[in-house]
């Protein structure tokens, strides 16, 4: 069930149905025009996307997601595009992008309405622009996104990197905005985001005094390449950033204190986010979702995937 709390500004649409289906037409007959991949033309595919989302979608949809990113919102939920026919899901983690080409010309037609540049990393995901979100039973038992069996505890993505100044190549710092569009969620799995507001007014004077100091070691998360990234050694949790708004780098398997005093504030910043309120999110087919990966905390459970061609999948794309 879904509890909304007071600090997460969490704004949510759904497009409606004959607007859907015309977006679907117009933006299948233009792919089909042309062979477009998402790493070698992802600005073809965001240029047709954008195109026909700015005609069709209503105004409010367009003015929320241009104002997403300045009004310093935490999540944004669009519900209800268009679904193309889908592929088996590509449990190996890739696919064939190619075939995906309406499902990328809205992904990245959304990311440009939100202002925002999408981009990769070398050290995650083979390079590429699109993360398969999918059970792949090469991760079994790891934390990564393509696990199924662990459960995540809150965490911020690729919390190790140091926070992206304005205007900076977004590919050496921790990604500011996660984005999602859902292929299919039939497992019926949430995503949990959390406002870190939620969480900083829940702690106490000297652990918020804690986690603002430069004692911790954070690490890569699993879906790192092995020795590509290191450690941010000697770094806060929680920081307050240019904007005056805390933002915080956590990721509960890979962040310790490097003091016994650090020790103990990461074990009373965990009770607290234990009690967190959350929006759970179940994911349905043509939804898109985009939060704040400084400001936001997100978590899935571990779940048992349906068989490999229904599995659930989930597409993300990094932003900044
Ligand atoms: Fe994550």
Redesign the pocket.
Known sequence: MTSVPSLLQFARYRVEDGVRDLLGKEISARVAETNLESDLDDTILAGIGAYALRRHLPGDILHGMQVFTAAGSHALLLSNLPAQEFPATPVSGFGDEAGLAVTNAIHLGLIRLLECTPFAVHFENDGRLIRNVVPNPAASGTTS?WGADSE?FW?T?NPHQPFAPPGSDPRLYTPPYLTFYAVRNEERVPTEIAALDDVVVRLDPDTRLGLLAAEFEVGAPDSNDGEATRALRSTPVLETGPDGRHRVRYDRGTTAGRTPAARKTLERWCSVLRTVPSAELVLDTGDFLVFDNYRVL?RRKAFTPHPHATARWLRRCYAA
């Open positions: 996104s995540f965490h993505d997100h």
